[in-house]
């Protein structure tokens, strides 16, 4: 096991950057997440750490070793990518041994490993098959045990899940975290998956572009996102974002409604009179009430969800193409009628307010 550490690595494909000067360091033994949209780089920054990619500037360290010119063979890192990779023509205890084969060592303890790690992704009764008589999550398996099997210092898996089913993704991303738990082997783990990241990662790097937005633990990624990227990518729903003109006392929104600028932003905004800003407020801090109060909207669309449900609205009498999309989650007791109009209490405690052109945080929750 060892350290990852890159050093304002940067790679570009003919001209195009793909990631830029990202730089970060994952502690031993930690399980580090790569999250954002598709094309952010995330992918290849996995592939630059396996060997796969080579970096245009910056270093790179696995361990105390700078490994820029080491060849993938030598950096002792096992990958799994989203499809599997396994050797059609083998068993799954060949493809599991595959890896110590080609390193050499002791027959018999190589046996001895392959039936441990076999039993530990419960795939010990599926050792005589081949990869086509398998189902998608026990392929899965196979190739995260022929990765372990190998022991190597850092473990790299590329969207592993992403072909399973929803039951299956779940247990499966159950069985990885338990799974790191007990081998303690460093990991990077790339995901476009909100979901696994903040279930998975002990840190989640959130990537835009091919630059980094925000690093950190997914608590406080979700409770102070740095900038509306990061603010609308984690969270399910996503953050509201309202379009808003300060008044100096208040924002003012496209049809004319308000809400009421919390005191203790008023200070920081004082010279801000007439500016446009977008204020985000999370789902859950939008409460459904029978009297008037910040904002009147309209249901479109309800979704059932089971313990919750979901009311997507818009602000009243605008077209509901030009109308910011307001998400509220609400009790199960709770159904509207699409067309009907609600009353809506914002949890002012929680507002934030971004600059519409950099989308940068200018103020958080109080």
């Known amino acids: 096991m060892a350290r990852v550490c890159l050093e304002d690595i940067t790679r570009r494909f003919a001209g195009v ?16 997440v790569l999250v954002g949209p598709s094309g952010c780089g995330k992918s290849t920054i996995l592939r630059t ?3 796969l990619e080579t970096a245009t500037s910056g270093k ?10 080491v060849p993938a063979r030598q ?11 396994l050797y059609p023509h083998m068993t799954v205890a060949e493809n599991l041994a595959f890896g110590l084969k080609m390193r050499g060592g002791d ?3 190589a046996r001895s490993r392959i039936e441990s790690v076999a039993r530990s992704l419960d795939i010990a009764h599926l050792l005589d098959r081949k990869p086509r008589q398998l189902s998608g999550g026990q392929q899965q398996r196979v190739a995260l045990g022929r990765a372990i099997a190998r022991e190597p210092q850092v473990f790299l898996l590329d969207e592993p899940l992403s072909n399973l089913d929803a039951q299956l993704r779940d247990d499966t991303r159950a069985e990885l975290k338990q799974l790191h738990q007990r081998l ?37 990624i979700y409770a102070q996102p740095t900038n509306q990227m990061v603010a609308t990518f984690l969270g399910s729903p996503p953050m509201n974002i309202l379009p808003a003109t300060y008044d100096g006392v208040q924002f003012q929104l496209m049809d004319g409604q308000t809400i009421p600028c919390p005191e203790g932003f008023q200070h920081v905004l004082r010279s801000a009179q007439g500016q446009r800003f977008n204020l985000g407020i999370r789902p859950e801090h939008l409460h459904v009430v029978p009297e008037p109060a910040h904002l009147m909207v309209v249901a479109t669309v309800v979704e059932p969800l089971g313990r919750e449900i979901l009311i997507r609205t818009a602000l009243p009498d605008q077209d509901p193409m030009q109308s910011p999309v307001i998400n509220i989650q609400v009790e199960p007791t709770l159904r509207p009628a699409v067309g009907e109009r609600l009353s809506i209490q914002l949890a002012l405690d929680h507002l934030f307010v971004f600059d519409p052109t950099t989308g940068d945080r200018i103020m958080e929750p109080l």
């Open 49 to 51: 750490i396996a060997g």
């Open 60 to 69: 790179l360290y696995i361990g105390d070793r700078l490994v820029n010119q």
């Open 107 to 109: 027959t018999k303890t």
């Open 75 to 85: 950096r002792d890192v096992a990958m799994v990518f989203q499809n599997y990779a």
């Open 17 to 32: 950057t793909a990631i830029d000067q990202i730089t970060f360091e994952v502690p031993d033994g930690q399980f580090w």
């Open 184 to 220: 303690g082997i460093t990991t990077i783990y790339v995901t476009h998956d909100q979901v696994e990241a903040m279930t998975l990662a002990d840190q989640i790097v959130v990537l835009n572009r091919g630059r980094i937005q925000q690093i950190g633990d997914p608590q406080t």
